[in-house]
C-alpha cells in the first residue's frame, strides 16, 4: 500500500521570506500523480500544484514550486516571497494511476504553516 | 459555477443517534468521495463512487457507516449509532473522471457527545 509521510508537523516563515515542505512516499507504482493542498482555516481543501509522475520537469505555480525526486521518492514544496495569505496546513498528496480506486488520494498528516509579519 | 456543496456545515449529536451528511458534487461530476479529517491529523480515505456505484468501500471504519449516491449526483453518508470517536470533519469531494483533479467542500463538523 502507498504511504505519503509529511516529517515536519509545523513551520514557520517570515513574511516575503522563502519555505520549503517536505514530503516523502512509498509505492511500487511507476505511473503516478503527487499533489500538495492548501487547507485554511475555512476547511476546504484547494489545489496548490499538481505533479505527474512521468514527467522530469518540475512544475511550478507562480510562487509555488516543487522539488520531485522520483528515485528518491521526495516530493518538496517551495513557497517564495511568502505571503500572510498562505498560513494554512498543507497537506502533500498521492494518487495512484491503476485500479478501481484510481482517483483516490492517500494524504500525509499535513505540515501547519505560520507566516510572520 | 458552484462548487462542492456539503450539509449541515456542522452537526451535533448525542452518542448512539444516528446522522445524514450530505454532498452536493460539481453538476457533471461523475467521481465523488469521501474523506474523514479527525483533529490534526491527515484525511483518511472513506469510499469512493464513480456514477452511483461504489467500486471502493475499503474505508468504511465499521458497518455503522454506509454511503449512497443517487442519480450520479447528490451522496449521503450515513453513520448509525453514532460513537465519540466518529466526532470529525467529514470531506466530500468530487472529479469530473476519476482522473481529474479532486475538487472538495467545506465539510461538516460531526461533534458526538
Known amino acids: 500500500a502507498q504511504t505519503v509521510t509529511q516529517s515536519q508537523p509545523e513551520m514557520s516563515v517570515q513574511e516575503a521570506e522563502t519555505v520549503t515542505l517536505s514530503c516523502t512516499y512509498d509505492?511500487?507504482?511507476?505511473?503516478?500523480?503527487l499533489f500538495w493542498y492548501k487547507q485554511p482555516p475555512s476547511r476546504q481543501m484547494i489545489l496548490v500544484i499538481r505533479?505527474?509522475?512521468?514527467?522530469?520537469q518540475n512544475a511550478t505555480e507562480n510562487r509555488f514550486s516543487v522539488n520531485f525526486q522520483k528515485a528518491a521518492k521526495s516530493f518538496s514544496l517551495k513557497i517564495s516571497d511568502s505571503q500572510l495569505g498562505d498560513a494554512a496546513m498543507y497537506f502533500c498528496?498521492?494518487?495512484?494511476?491503476?485500479?478501481?480506486?484510481?482517483?483516490?488520494?492517500?494524504f500525509g498528516k499535513g505540515t501547519k504553516l505560520s507566516v510572520k509579519p | 459555477g458552484a462548487g462542492v456543496s456539503q450539509s449541515p456545515s456542522n452537526k451535533v449529536t448525542e452518542k448512539g443517534k444516528d446522522v445524514e451528511l450530505r454532498c452536493d458534487p460539481i453538476?457533471?461530476?461523475?467521481?465523488l468521495y469521501w474523506y474523514r479529517q479527525s483533529l490534526g491529523q491527515g484525511l483518511e480515505f472513506l469510499i469512493y463512487?464513480?456514477?452511483?456505484?461504489?467500486?471502493?468501500k475499503s474505508g468504511l471504519p465499521s458497518d455503522r457507516f454506509s454511503a449512497e449516491r443517487t442519480g450520479g449526483s447528490v451522496s449521503t453518508l450515513t453513520i448509525q449509532r453514532t460513537q465519540q470517536e466518529d466526532s470529525a470533519v467529514y470531506l466530500c469531494?468530487?472529479?469530473?473522471?476519476?482522473?481529474?483533479?479532486?475538487?472538495f467542500g467545506n465539510g461538516t463538523r460531526l461533534t458526538v457527545t
Open positions: 463512487f464513480q456514477g452511483n456505484s461504489a467500486p471502493d
Open positions: 453538476s457533471g461530476h461523475t467521481a
Open positions: 509505492t511500487s507504482e511507476s505511473d503516478y500523480y
Open positions: 469531494a468530487s472529479s469530473l473522471e476519476n482522473s481529474s483533479p479532486l475538487h
Open positions: 505533479q505527474e509522475a512521468y514527467k522530469q
Open positions: 498528496a498521492y494518487r495512484s494511476d491503476y485500479g478501481g480506486s484510481q482517483g483516490n488520494l492517500i
